[in-house]
């Protein structure tokens, strides 16, 4: 009965990973087509969130069966709370992947992101693709190590979101059309809230790790 | 035993309805701060949101001790899973009302939101405040009656979300300073994320209620 429990444990583990896998790729894929301005790739980006809100949901019914049939306790009881808490943060990560592939088809054929932003924006994908490959790698090997890491790209991410605001008060009045301003502060606000969502699974990771919730409070 | 597992899944149930009440004051005062442009009120909003985060992480601790505890299975087992769940969307919509405050403070003494959007924002403030006392009420009288209520209304929120962004389409170029229109993006996506989450609770409700998931699903 011990193993089939931790094997069932173990499979959880192997679904987040699946899930942060598919959220690295959807992010990736949704900054090439914001900067290449392709429209197919972001209709590919936003069918393919379909198979991560359908991971999510497998995951949650599993962690509800291991609940209900199993009855864990301690560290065990914390890892299935908390894979039912990063499932959702992954999640959401996909539909923010999506939502930036969406403003790439709502803009085309003109492109979502005017001349005056490209660097920025080339670097908050960086960011982003950085900070989910990270959270891969965390959920792939759980350990501290990572945790300042994506807290470190989770601040980049967060400047490069107030740079953008600079950017649109500075811009000269009437050189910046009123949809590019609109188009930029949505898409920042995804890329800065997919940070956030990473520094929340890698919370969660702290807390199975240490049993400490206070990051998860201090981080507000 | 039962007993004392029957007063702690009240108590769970009485939390959520303590989130949901805070949730609404907070979006109805954050709408007064909007409105009237009230820098003291948005740093009331901005304070108070302490409160409904340390709510949500009393809860979540309470809902882990239940599990850890009394082992809870079927309907049981939802309705703690759906205690969780809940609190994180109320801790969430707590959030939004406090990004629209602190709107209101990063403006300030100049008003967030440009004359021209003004009838807008008022209605969307209705809606947001309708749907966080249907909230409200749902948790403190759970029932099925309340859930397209709740659809309803955060259909008029996207309504108004969309009809934003034709108006800021629409402005000739010029009319708007850049710095309205990245505030009236931010804030028009706070208010339709609000009625997102009240939704994500209705569908927990109907959940707990059915045993029925597709609502979750259907809505995407």
């Given amino acids: 009965m011990r193993e089939v429990f931790r094997n069932e444990l ?9 899930m942060s896998t598919r959220v690295s790729e959807a992010i990736r894929l949704a900054n090439q087509a914001l900067r290449s301005n392709d429209l197919e790739l972001a209709e590919q980006v936003i069918e393919a969130d379909i198979k991560i809100d359908s991971l999510q949901h497998v995951l949650d019914q599993q962690a509800a ?7 864990p306790v301690a560290a065990d009881l914390r890892a299935v709370i908390g894979a039912l808490r990063m499932s959702a943060s992954l ?3 996909g539909d ?8 790439v088809r709502i803009r085309y054929p003109e ?3 005017p001349e005056h932003f490209t660097h920025t924006f080339v670097r908050m994908g960086e960011s982003a693709e950085k900070i989910a490959e ?3 790698e965390l959920l792939s090997h759980p350990g501290l190590e990572m945790v300042p890491t ?3 790209i989770d601040e ?6 107030l740079s953008v605001f600079s950017k649109i008060a500075e811009a000269p009045q009437g050189s910046l059309a009123p949809h590019h301003i609109a188009d930029v502060t949505l898409l920042s606000r995804y890329f800065e809230r997919f940070g956030d969502h990473a520094v929340s699974v890698s919370q969660k990771v702290e807390y199975l790790l240490t049993g400490n919730w206070e990051p998860h409070l201090s981080k507000k």
Avoid: G, P, Y
């Fill in 10 to 18: 173990d499979d959880l583990a192997t679904q987040l990973v699946e």
């Fill in 65 to 71: 069966e291991i609940l209900a049939l199993q009855a």
């Fill in 91 to 93: 999640e959401r990560m």
């Fill in 96 to 103: 923010l992947a999506r939502h930036i592939a969406q403003q």
């Fill in 111 to 113: 492109s979502a992101i």
């Fill in 134 to 136: 990270a959270t891969r």
């Fill in 150 to 152: 994506i807290n470190a």
């Fill in 156 to 161: 980049e991410l967060d400047e490069l979101h």
